[in-house]
């Protein structure tokens, strides 16, 4: 933690969820039922693991690196929809705790909104490559 970090935040504790993998069905809203166990751990914050569209070029494997991110602003569709996010933030708060997103700008898929609406903002080698 940075020095001017309020002292209090050493006690917090945050629970760490990758959506796709923390129940049977992978969504959001799956994890509803398992909010109070998890409160009942002491937690404070949940942790969502990337829960944006996952880029598809050059993708590794079937399923593609959660880290390979689309769209910010997206809710990946396997995972739900916006409104799904906006229900289990609430129901997150209900139960007392905070949400943390995992938001990681630099890792952006090569077909990423960022890459087609901003492409200055990524390094590219004299020739114009990535």
Known sequence: MASQTDIKLRKVQIYSIF???HTKKGTLMALEPDLQRIKDLGTDY???MPIY???KKDRKGKLGSPYSIKDYRAID???GTW????????SIHDHGMKVMMDIVYNHTSRDSVLLQVH????????????
């Open 83 to 90: 409104q799904d996010f906006l229900k289990i933030v609430k």
């Open 77 to 79: 569709p396997k995972l």
């Open 53 to 55: 569209p996952i880029g």
């Open 119 to 130: 492409p200055e903002w990524f390094l590219h080698d004299k020739d114009g490559n990535l």
């Open 46 to 48: 949940i942790w969502l």
């Open 19 to 21: 959506v796709r993998n």
